[in-house]
C-alpha cells in the first residue's frame, strides 16, 4: 500500500507571495492533518480534515488555510508568505482521525 | 495543548550501546506514539501504544505504556549507526491532533 504522498518536496517563495501544498492521503484513509515543523517550535499542529470538513485548527492565523477533496486528497495555502513561514510542512492521514496517524516526506518551504 | 517533555534532548552513544529516552505530561493520555524522524524526512511510526502498562517491542525497539497514562519509554538495544535521527513521542488530544515532544536526537558512532 503507498504511503502518504506530498508534493513539492521542496519549494522557494518570496516575501508576499502565496503558495500551495498537495498531499495524498494512504488509500482508504479519511483524515488528513496538517502540520509545521520548525527548530525552533518543533512540531505544531495547523489543522485536520475529514470527509472535506475541516475539524479542528491549531493557533496558526488565516492566511494558513487547507481544503480536503472528494477523494481525500487535500491541500493547503499560505497567503502573503512572511520570513516565518519558512519550515517542513507535513502532511499525516489516518483512518478516521482518531487512529494512528502517518506521515508524509514533508514539502521544505523557504521564504525569502 | 498538553506538553510532552522528552529527555534527554539529545545523546551520542557508540555502536552496540543501549539507549533509553522517555516522555512525560502533565496530562493522562490514551495514547502513546513512538515516530523517528530522519534528516529530510517525515516522521516514521516506530511503536503504537494504547493500554496502560503495555510492552511493546519492534525489534530491537520496545516502548512502555506507563501506568500513570502520564509517561511512556522507549529502548534500544544494540544500536547501530543506522539508528540516528531524531525521536520523537506524540500523544493526540481530543481533537485529532498530535502532540509532539521535542524529540531526542540520537547519534552513534561505529
Given at each position: 500500500k503507498a504511503g502518504v504522498t506530498q508534493t513539492p518536496r521542496y519549494l522557494i517563495k518570496t516575501r508576499g507571495q502565496q503558495v500551495t501544498l498537495s498531499c495524498s492521503p494512504i488509500s482508504g484513509h479519511r483524515s488528513v492533518s496538517w502540520y509545521q515543523q520548525t527548530p525552533g517550535q518543533g512540531l505544531q499542529f495547523l489543522f485536520e480534515y475529514f470527509s472535506e470538513t475541516q475539524r479542528n485548527k491549531g493557533n496558526f492565523p488565516g492566511r494558513f488555510s487547507g481544503r480536503q477533496f472528494s477523494n481525500s486528497r487535500s491541500e493547503m495555502n499560505v497567503s502573503t508568505?512572511?520570513?516565518?513561514?519558512?519550515a517542513l510542512y507535513l502532511c499525516a492521514s489516518s483512518l478516521d482521525g482518531l487512529e494512528t496517524q502517518y506521515f508524509g516526506p514533508g514539502t521544505r518551504l523557504l521564504v525569502l | 495543548g498538553q506538553q510532552l517533555n522528552q529527555s534527554p534532548q539529545s545523546m551520542f552513544i557508540q555502536e552496540g550501546e543501549d539507549v533509553s529516552m522517555n516522555c512525560t505530561s502533565s496530562s493522562i493520555f490514551n495514547t502513546w506514539l513512538w515516530y523517528k524522524q530522519e534528516p529530510g524526512e517525515g516522521p516514521v511510526l516506530l511503536i503504537a501504544l494504547y493500554k496502560a502498562g503495555e510492552l511493546t517491542s519492534n525489534g530491537r525497539l520496545t516502548a512502555q505504556f506507563g501506568i500513570t497514562r502520564k509517561d511512556s519509554f522507549l529502548n534500544i538495544s544494540a544500536?547501530?549507526?543506522?539508528?540516528v535521527g531524531i525521536y520523537f513521542c506524540a500523544g493526540p488530544n481530543s481533537g485529532y491532533a498530535l502532540n509532539f515532544g521535542k524529540g531526542t536526537s540520537l547519534l552513534v558512532t561505529p
Open positions: 508568505l512572511e520570513l516565518g513561514d519558512s | 544500536s547501530i549507526p543506522s539508528d
